[in-house]
C-alpha cells in the first residue's frame, strides 16, 4: 500500500507540474489573533507563541495555540488546542513538496521527548466538522509518568484526513484541479489525570464541539 501511494504520488505530481502547473490560489480568511478566546464555559487565558526556530521549521502561515478550561475548574488541567495554517505546501517551480509542508505529529512529539504508547483512528462526529462523522487519528503519549490523548487530523480545502498519504494524495489532486495547496493541522491535547483516559477523552470531545464551528473563517473550505 506505501509503495502504490508513493508511485500515485509521484505520477500526480509530474501530471500536476508539467500539464496543469498555474498560478497557486490562496483563499481570504481571518488571522487567529482574533479567534475566540471564551467558548460556552470554556476559557483561553492568552494564545501562547512561538519561537521563529520553531515556527521556520513547521513552516506554518499563521497559528492557534491555546490552552483552555472550563470556566470554575481551577485545578483542571487546561486542553491544549493547536491549529496551525499553511497558505501553501508545494513549490511553484519543480511542483514537489515545500518546507511548509504540514509536518504529522507522529514525528514531531517523539521529538519533543513524548512516545506514542497507543495509536488509531477514530470517528469523530462533532459540530463544525467537515464531512462528519470523519476519521481522525488518537494517540496516547507518555513522557516518563505523564500521560497525555491526542486528537489530531488534517483540515484541508473541506477535507479531514487522518492519513499521512492520504493527506499526499488530496493536495496534488486540489492542485490540479482548484489550484490550492492550503491546509492546516489540527491537534486536541488532554492530560490523563489519575490514569482517568475517559474523563480526558470527555473534555477533549466536548471542547472541540465548541472550537470546531469556530474554524471556517480561519481555515477555509
Known amino acids: ?24 490560489v490562496v483563499p481570504e480568511r481571518e488571522s487567529f489573533e482574533s479567534f475566540p478566546l471564551e467558548l460556552g464555559d470554556w476559557s483561553c487565558k492568552q ?3 512561538m519561537d521563529a526556530e520553531v515556527l521556520d521549521m ?14 470554575g475548574e481551577t485545578e483542571q488541567q487546561p486542553i491544549g488546542v ?17 518546507r511548509s ?20 483512528q477514530v470517528e469523530l462526529d462533532v459540530p463544525g466538522l467537515p464531512g462528519a462523522p470523519a476519521a481522525v487519528n488518537r494517540l496516547v503519549i507518555a513522557r516518563g509518568e505523564a500521560r497525555s490523548l491526542v486528537y489530531y487530523w488534517y483540515q484541508s480545502r473541506g477535507h479531514v484526513i487522518a492519513d499521512d498519504y492520504r493527506k499526499i494524495i488530496h493536495l496534488f489532486w486540489d492542485r490540479a484541479t482548484r489550484n490550492r495547496t492550503d491546509g492546516s493541522l489540527v491537534r486536541f491535547t488532554a492530560q490523563v489525570v489519575r490514569g482517568d483516559e475517559e474523563a480526558a477523552e470527555a473534555d477533549l470531545l466536548e471542547l472541540a464541539s465548541l472550537v470546531l464551528p469556530e474554524l471556517e473563517g480561519y481555515v477555509p473550505n
Not at 501511494?5 to 498555474?22: C, D, I, K, P, R
Not at 493547536?82 to 513549490?91: A, D, K
Not at 507522529?106 to 521527548?113: I, K, R, V, Y
Request: hydrophobic share 40%; charged share 15%.
Open 82 to 98: 493547536y491549529v496551525g495554517y499553511h497558505e501553501s505546501q508545494v513549490r511553484e517551480k519543480g511542483g514537489g513538496l515545500s
Open 47 to 49: 494564545r501562547e507563541g
Open 101 to 120: 509542508a504540514i509536518h504529522t505529529p507522529n514525528h514531531c512529539l517523539p521529538g519533543a521527548g513524548w512516545d506514542v504508547i497507543a495509536s488509531s
Open 58 to 71: 513547521l513552516g506554518a502561515t499563521d497559528f492557534l495555540i491555546c490552552g483552555f478550561r472550563r470556566a
Open 1 to 24: 500500500m506505501k509503495i502504490l501511494a508513493a508511485l500515485l504520488f509521484l505520477g500526480l505530481n509530474t501530471y500536476v507540474y508539467y500539464e496543469l502547473a498555474t498560478e497557486q
